[in-house]
């Protein structure tokens, strides 16, 4: 895509982060809002709950009606647009990155050999199917319970895991799994929030009494959508850390942090309902530091095949094999106009300047080269991990 291609990504994926706080935001508030509304005193016929809070130097009064009020105001505020444009930002991101570069950075022929347009399909339909079987538990006799449809829901996005890492690169499996998290979650605001929003203000413009179950149709979307939160992000900032992404296990170590990171989000959320209980949050810190020991305790270096040690014109010969293609001042690799991050291995120097990081994507995972395209061997890895670890001497 060249330079222009990398500042469409920045200018997307800018986008979808502020697109994404402010949905995020709406969605915390709101929850807190709800939790913290009391009855109002003296009791007023139709409103079920009122607070009073002061911000920047302002006094507030918000107050909840039991179903909608007697008529509708002239102006009325709707959060949409929050939702629509971070699935909007997000897709094109993934699409960008995954589609466009759909060779370099989803396929992984080590796993399952796909032309670009196979992955993408596999891709599309992995998301678009979801969203069915999403929408089927909301609609069963599951949907009825949270805790129940919690624990279904979890069930199905643990089987999505693990089977598209099976398929994909590491890094394009857990992309889709937050793409179909983000679409399930943006579908709940465009298929059913807003459109029963519309349906009772429309009852109420008719003067027709407004039916309730619409409203609780949407607030079950809607506390799917705040627990749902915390685990979208985990993915968002995963590909920073390759020790989770492309670790033996991964799809576990994706799915348990974002059991964490829902654990974390009902605690907050009992918190404002006046529920104060810490114990959740102590087993969801003792279960983060289980996921990392037990991450931890199973990424070994490979071992090399000989014991003598690698010099430095063997390492060399392995990175422009390997690496040179990408990180290089002018790269050869199709697609890419610039080292990625500013990164180039053209002198020992530059080598031993990024050793930990190299060691990091390249000895104690497969992360690079991406989806292992030059077939960089084990034995190779464990001669580079071995050359890091006597000092990456020479020159």
């Known amino acids: 895509?060249?330079?222009?291609?990398?500042?469409?990504?920045?200018?997307?994926?800018?986008?979808?982060?502020?697109?994404?706080?402010?949905?995020?935001?709406?969605?915390?508030?709101?929850?807190?809002?709800?939790?913290?509304?009391?009855?109002?005193?003296?009791?007023?016929?139709?409103?079920?709950?009122?607070?009073?809070?002061?911000?920047?130097?302002?006094?507030?009064?918000?107050?909840?009606?039991?179903?909608?009020?007697?008529?509708?105001?002239?102006?009325?505020?709707?959060?949409?647009?929050?939702?629509?444009w971070t699935w909007i930002s997000g897709f094109v991101l993934l699409s960008l990155i995954f589609y466009v570069g759909a060779q370099a950075n989803l396929i992984d022929n080590a796993k399952l050999p796909l032309e670009p347009w196979q992955a993408i399909l596999i891709g599309v339909g992995a998301i678009a199917g979801s969203l069915i079987v999403y929408e089927g538990l909301c609609r069963s006799i599951l949907?009825?319970?949270?805790?129940?449809?919690?624990?279904?829901?979890?069930?199905?996005?643990?089987?999505?895991?693990?089977?598209?890492?099976?398929?994909?690169?590491?890094?394009?499996?857990?992309?889709?799994?937050?793409?179909?998290?983000?679409?399930?979650?943006?579908?709940?605001?465009?298929?059913?929030?807003?459109?029963?929003?519309?349906?009772?203000?429309?009852?109420?413009?008719?003067?027709?009494?407004?039916?309730?179950?619409?409203?609780?149709?949407?607030?079950?979307r809607s506390v799917h959508n705040n627990y749902m939160t915390l685990p979208v992000l985990f993915v968002m900032i995963s590909n920073h850390y390759p020790m989770i992404f492309a670790a033996p296990l991964n799809w576990l170590w994706l799915i348990a942090l974002g059991v964490i990171g829902a654990t974390i989000r009902h605690f907050f959320n009992l918190k404002n309902q006046g529920v104060v209980r810490p114990w959740i949050l102590f087993v969801a810190g003792l279960a983060f530091f289980a996921v990392a020991a037990l991450n931890q305790s199973m990424r070994q270096p490979p071992a090399a095949a000989t014991a003598a040690a690698p010099t430095y014109a063997d390492i060399r010969a392995l990175i422009d094999r390997h690496c040179s293609m990408c990180h290089a001042q002018v790269p050869t690799h199709p697609g890419i106009a610039a080292p990625p991050n500013g990164v180039v291995f053209d002198s020992a120097d530059a080598l031993r300047r990024h050793a930990p990081q190299i060691y990091e994507r390249a000895v104690m995972s497969d992360n690079m080269p991406l989806g292992n395209e030059t077939g960089m061997t084990k034995d190779e890895r464990a001669q580079l991990g071995a050359w890091i670890q006597a000092g990456a001497k020479g020159n």
């Open 1 to 84: 895509m060249g330079e222009m291609g990398d500042w469409a990504k920045l200018a997307v994926h800018w986008l979808h982060v502020i697109a994404g706080i402010a949905w995020i935001g709406s969605s915390f508030y709101f929850m807190w809002l709800d939790s913290h509304l009391r009855p109002p005193v003296p009791a007023r016929e139709g409103v079920s709950g009122e607070l009073w809070s002061v911000h920047s130097g302002g006094f507030y009064q918000s107050h909840k009606f039991s179903v909608a009020p007697a008529e509708m105001p002239e102006q009325l505020h709707w959060f949409k647009w929050e939702a629509y």
């Open 143 to 220: 949907g009825k319970n949270l805790a129940v449809f919690g624990v279904a829901w979890l069930i199905f996005l643990s089987v999505a895991a693990y089977g598209l890492t099976r398929i994909f690169s590491d890094l394009g499996a857990f992309m889709h799994v937050g793409a179909i998290i983000g679409t399930v979650m943006a579908a709940n605001v465009f298929f059913v929030i807003i459109p029963n929003q519309k349906k009772v203000v429309a009852q109420i413009r008719a003067n027709q009494t407004p039916d309730a179950r619409l409203g609780l149709q949407a607030k079950q």
